[in-house]
């Protein structure tokens, strides 16, 4: 063991108590970094706490605002709301009065259903007996046809008559057409006759009577059925009316007893008429004969 300044040094004591200063001081070091460790963690949740809380309260706030807006708009739209409800209560009666009526047509059309329902229960009755009848009516079509055929053959052979009759009749037809030519050749040769003597006449006894101051009474000559008829048209008429040869005779006679020299009486022979001149000339003569005044 050695003495330094005086003082004996325990080299051995001086070591033990070097090691245990050595272990306080780490340790101590530690303990208050835990401790500011944990102080900044409980600053750092204390500062995001009161971070989350101004949000929060910010939040309540605008949710307070928006309350309020909406408490306001709902306000506004409450007397909307009232108004549009009393328009739905009507809507609903409305509908409520269409719905009656609609049961009532229901019911209508129920009924005209049970209607048609049975309509269609008699025409299903009719098509039963229809199908019936076609299958008589196909049975006797069946019949007709066969008819037809035999009715076919005996055409066929009236056919054939009738050809060898017509050609026997376009033969006499010929033979007709080559008279009727000579005919109308002749009868137009009488007419032309007939109306040169026609016009010699008037102008011989044109002069001599005149219509002047004079009753006119006209008769008209035709021919129906190969007879003379006469048309009469009396003094002072507008209109011709058929009489017969006797009724003739008797109205000019008393235009005559009425008239006497102031009957005038016109003869009419229209072209066409097919009288011969001497046929004309007879009936002509005797009429104006009789009761003429030129004549009398």
Known sequence: MSHIFGQSIDFEQSAESSGAEDSIWPTFTDIMTVVLMIFMFSMLV??????????????TLRTEQLTKEQLSETQESESALRARTSLLEQALRAKEMKI??????????????????????????????????????????????????????????????????LSQMEVIITDLRGKQQETELALANQRSVYSALEEKYNKLIGPARSPIDKKVVTVRLAR???????????????ESRRVSDQELHQQLQ?????????????????????????????????????????YQ
């Open 46 to 59: 204390v500062v995001l706490k009161n971070t989350e809380l101004i949000t929060e309260l910010e939040r």
């Open 100 to 165: 009656l009526l609609l049961g009532d047509n229901q019911k209508m059309l129920d009924q005209k259903l049970k209607d048609q329902n049975a309509q269609l229960q008699n025409m299903q009755v009719i098509i039963g007996n229809l199908n019936t009848e076609k299958q008589e009516t196909e049975k006797k079509l069946a019949e007709n046809e066969q008819t037809i055929l035999v009715l076919g053959q005996q055409k066929k052979q009236v056919e054939e008559e009738a050809a060898q009759k």
């Open 224 to 238: 129906q059925r190969g007879k003379p008829v006469f048309d009469l048209q009396g003094v002072g008429e507008t």
């Open 254 to 294: 008393q235009y005559k007893d009425k008239y006497g020299k102031q009957l005038y009486v016109k003869i009419v022979i229209p072209k066409g008429a097919n009288f011969s001149y001497n046929e004309a000339w007879e009936i002509t003569n005797d009429l104006l004969t009789r009761y003429d005044y030129y």
